[in-house]
């Protein structure tokens, strides 16, 4: 008999920090090629943060984050940009401070 593990993912990862939330917010503004993956990814996190009581980043999720803050950083603010520059090494999880 085979054993199936089940795994809630909403458990799995962290809260986003106080910065990742801002640069979601900055995504969920920005525009996109139709039906591309960025544009998913963006909506759905934007989702994510504003219909999920408690909004939890994966690992994978967390650095798809940065990567496409740093690619989309044009369309963003100059206050989104030094999140950015900072990178997710000087974010602290929200759950953490």
Same mark, same amino acid.
């Given at each position: 008999m085979?054993? *199936?593990?089940?795994?809630?993912?909403?458990?799995?990862?962290?809260?986003?920090? !106080? /910065?990742? $939330? *801002?640069?979601?917010?900055?995504?969920? $503004?920005?525009?996109f090629?139709?039906? /591309?993956? %960025? $544009? *998913?990814?963006?909506? %759905?996190?934007? @989702?994510?943060?504003?219909?999920?009581?408690?909004?939890?980043l /994966?690992?994978?999720? *967390?650095?798809?984050? @940065?990567?496409?803050?740093?690619?989309?950083?044009?369309?963003?603010?100059? !206050?989104?940009? $030094?999140?950015?520059?900072?990178?997710?090494?000087? +974010?602290?999880?929200?759950? +953490?401070?």
């Open positions: 085979v054993s *199936r593990i089940t795994v809630n993912l909403a458990t799995v990862g962290e809260a986003p920090s !106080e /910065s990742e $939330r *801002r640069i979601i917010e900055a995504l969920g $503004r920005c525009s090629l139709p039906a /591309s993956f %960025d $544009r *998913r990814f963006a909506r %759905d996190m934007l @989702w994510q943060l504003q219909n999920v009581a408690k909004p939890v /994966s690992p994978k999720q *967390r650095e798809t984050l @940065w990567k496409l803050a740093k690619k989309f950083r044009r369309q963003m603010s100059v !206050e989104i940009n $030094r999140l950015v520059e900072a990178g997710p090494q000087a +974010t602290a999880p929200a759950g +953490t401070q």
